[in-house]
């Protein structure tokens, strides 16, 4: 695997493997990989000939009092991870690269209806950094395939909506959650947390599915299911920030109409805000 750091450099690799007609599949990621972004680069495998991976941990996205510089920088672990699973180019740009005059861009990409609610709600601005950094790494990358995990679920359906509107011609796939053997749903921020609230951080999966258990057994009761949950959540040790059972495609409240549902939740145990979600039908 070739680690590339400029975007010159990128694209001139990209436009020789388009030459030789291979599809170019495509996983951006912010770093610090575990086995849930190897699963995305094993998707994009299925996809393409040639599969990229990008490490940019982009600060368009945080907000002033996150964890950009804390943000756990693995590179090496990274390289080596990726080159086992045979990416074939990992993108590793600076800031500088990416922005060249500073910490951002004057053309901002923003989907206001799907970015302003949920995460977006608790960091305002941060999918409008989410899709302005995807569009440029798509027109450097110009992938056939882009593959991004369902764990942020609301983040895909940006992107997807993103995606469409602009015609931007990368078919978006979705990779459903890598979990531990608990069921916490795998996540760079969950090495912010000592053993013990590891342990504790399972109750939100359990939460979840206590949730989904509740509606698939017939209980409409939306607002009634998410005060339980979030007391749940509090006695478990976190702090809730959201959790809302939500119509799949525009993630709206669900009303006793809707069968596509997704469950959106976030908490923070300790330093770290945790997200997971679950998605099903009901009849
Ligand atoms: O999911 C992530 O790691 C990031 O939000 C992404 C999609 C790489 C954009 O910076």
């Known amino acids: 695997m070739q680690t590339i750091s400029t975007i010159a450099e990128l694209r001139s690799q990209i ?58 920088k693995t590179l090496e672990n990274d390289q080596a991870m990726l080159s086992a699973n045979d990416c074939h180019l990992l993108f590793a740009p600076t800031v500088k690269e990416m922005y060249p005059d500073g910490k951002g861009i004057e053309t901002l990409v923003e989907v206001p209806a799907l970015s302003n609610t ?10 409008r950094g989410v899709s302005t950094v995807v569009t440029k790494l798509f027109g450097i990358v110009q992938p056939d395939v882009a593959v991004f995990g369902q764990k ?29 053997e608990f069921g916490l749903a795998l996540s760079s921020r969950n090495g912010y947390l000592s053993d013990e609230q590891l342990h504790t951080a399972i109750n939100l999966s359990k939460t979840l599915n206590w949730a989904k258990d509740e509606i698939i057994s017939g209980n409409r009761n ?54 997971d979600n679950l998605a099903f039908k009901i009849n």
């Open 15 to 72: 436009r020789a493997a388009r030459m030789a007609g291979k599809r170019i599949g495509f996983v951006p990621t912010m770093g610090n990989l575990h086995e849930g972004h190897i699963s995305l680069v094993t998707e994009a495998h299925k996809h393409a000939d040639l599969v990229v991976a990008s490490i940019f941990v982009n600060p368009l996205q945080f907000g002033e009092n996150e964890d950009l510089d804390n943000y756990p």
């Open 118 to 127: 949920h995460c977006g709600a608790s960091r305002p601005g941060h999918f």
């Open 152 to 180: 942020d679920f609301q983040q895909l359906a940006v992107i997807r909506r993103m995606t469409e509107d602009l015609s931007l011609g990368v078919k978006i796939v979705g990779v459903p959650t890598a979990r531990n």
């Open 222 to 275: 939306y607002s009634g299911i998410q005060d339980s949950a979030n007391q749940r959540l509090q006695d478990a040790g976190f702090k809730p920030d959201y959790f809302t059972v939500c119509e799949q495609k525009d993630l709206t409240p669900a009303s006793d109409k809707d069968n596509k549902i997704v469950i959106l939740a976030a908490a923070y145990m300790g330093p770290a805000r945790l997200i």
